[in-house]
């Protein structure tokens, strides 16, 4: 089973600019979750979808950052414009369905850093 | 959220010796919780999880327990590997809830030493 896919692996931009990340969920999950994970700390939740609807972006900085997930399977977030603080890791990550734990899988995540 | 900056908690072992893990979770309400590991570049690895209805579980070479008293989960790990090196995160979810979010606790790096 092919695992969550995530691009690209790297990117380095400078302050004010934009950038977007991609992600392809396991096939068949119908929950898919970005998260930005801080250099030395746990990853924290920033969107999450059930197929393409929003079901919680409670800590997404709604000002600058933009997820969508138009067919229920790719998902693309977006930062407009990065600031320095914006430099860390994004995981994606999926699940079958959002009530159960099954198959709960981290993507490799897209490192960026900005400078 | 919790910070620990650029300075994570730091366990270094022998191979071959058993490592504890240990974790405060932040919520007295979550009833679901998970022991990942994270390798250099990697997104989290799931390891094993345990409800708040048990407070202990094994899996192999792994046992994960849990103190609802006083918010604490540990994770033991029998004849540690260098193949074991990386960061270990706690999560912590609240299960009934209408989505299932998350929350990780601080991280612990393991270092083997062959």
């Known amino acids: 089973e092919a695992g969550v896919a995530q691009s690209p692996r790297y990117k380095i931009i400078e302050k004010r600019q934009s950038v977007a990340f991609w992600c392809n969920p396991i096939?068949?999950?119908?929950?898919l979750y970005w998260y930005q994970q801080i250099l030395g700390q746990g990853p924290k939740l920033l969107i999450q979808?059930?197929?393409?609807?929003?079901?919680?972006d409670s800590q997404l900085p709604k000002d600058r950052f933009s997820a969508e997930r138009l067919k229920g399977v790719d998902s693309t977030l977006k930062i407009q414009p990065a600031k320095l603080e914006d430099s860390a890791v994004y995981l994606c990550?999926?699940?079958?369905?959002?009530?159960?734990?099954?198959?709960?899988?981290f993507g490799s995540g897209t490192r960026l850093t900005v400078v | 959220g919790e910070n620990v900056g650029l300075h994570l908690p730091t366990l270094s072992v022998q191979e071959g010796d058993n490592s504890i893990i240990n974790c405060a979770y932040s919520?007295?309400?979550?009833?679901?919780f998970i022991w990942y590991k994270q390798e250099s570049g990697k997104g989290p690895q799931f390891i094993i999880d345990?409800?708040?209805?048990?407070d202990k579980r094994q899996g192999q070479r792994v046992t994960v327990l849990l103190n609802k008293t006083v918010k604490h989960l540990s994770l033991q790990i029998a004849a540690t590997q260098p193949g074991d090196s990386a960061v270990y995160f706690c999560?912590?979810?609240?299960?009934?809830?209408?989505?299932?979010?998350?929350?990780f606790g601080k991280g612990t790096l393991l270092t083997v030493n062959p």
């Open positions: 999560a912590e979810t609240l299960s009934g809830g209408s989505n299932y979010k998350l929350t």
């Open positions: 345990i409800r708040s209805n048990m």
């Open positions: 919520n007295s309400a979550s009833d679901y």
């Open positions: 096939s068949g999950h119908a929950t």
């Open positions: 990550a999926s699940s079958v369905d959002w009530r159960v734990n099954y198959g709960y899988t």
């Open positions: 979808f059930q197929n393409n609807g929003v079901v919680d």
